[in-house]
């Protein structure tokens, strides 16, 4: 499956009103599970068990399935005081699952950072998966108030990464 196949579903799974979807190709798992507005998505091989000697008691309906795949959740650490300031800044959210990088290599200067100004479509960051580097772009004209996130931190699905103050 390519990444660009992956982001559809995902926005697919997050505009719907599905809770959860699986899919399975190829020996490769993807699990997408919606949790309080974040979706969650987790990609494994797939698992098959070998029968039992014996055979264990089914389990209750009320009783919740034992997951197979570990579940990721996006969780968001925004201090107290800057709540009030984001009510009025855009968030450039992260499309997918992956590390942040600041700059196009370790040599040369961060695409942005506090106070640069940028334009629509105007790379900001990347984030790599899967051995490929995503260019991240603004989607508004504004000025970065804030970078979120480290470089070469993992980053989940839908996480801010900057707040730009709109022009």
């Known amino acids: 499956m390519k990444i660009q196949?992956?982001?559809?579903i995902i926005k697919?799974?997050?505009?719907?009103?599905?809770?959860e979807f699986t899919f399975e190709e190829d020996g490769t798992k993807v699990k997408l599970k919606k949790k309080q507005g974040s979706t969650?998505?987790?990609?494994?091989?797939?698992v098959t068990e070998a029968p039992q000697a014996s055979t264990p008691?089914?389990?209750?309906?009320a009783a919740p399935a034992p997951a197979a795949v570990p579940?990721?959740?996006?969780?968001?650490?925004?201090p107290a005081a800057s709540l009030a300031e984001q009510e009025n800044l855009?968030?450039?959210l992260s499309p997918m699952v992956g590390t942040f990088y600041q700059s196009p290599s370790p040599e040369e200067p961060a695409y942005v950072q506090a106070g640069t100004q940028v334009k629509a479509a105007?790379?900001?960051c990347i984030v790599e998966a899967m051995k490929l580097f995503n260019e991240i772009e603004a989607e508004v004209d504004g000025e970065i108030a804030e970078?979120?996130?480290?470089?070469g931190q993992l980053v989940e699905y839908g996480q801010p990464l900057f707040l730009v103050k709109i022009n």
């Open 5 to 8: 196949e992956l982001r559809e």
């Open 12 to 19: 697919l799974i997050d505009h719907s009103s599905i809770d």
């Open 40 to 46: 969650s998505v987790v990609e494994a091989p797939a």
């Open 57 to 61: 008691a089914a389990p209750s309906p």
């Open 71 to 78: 579940e990721v959740a996006a969780t968001e650490e925004v």
């Open 90 to 92: 855009h968030k450039i």
């Open 122 to 124: 105007q790379i900001v």
């Open 147 to 151: 970078v979120l996130v480290k470089d």
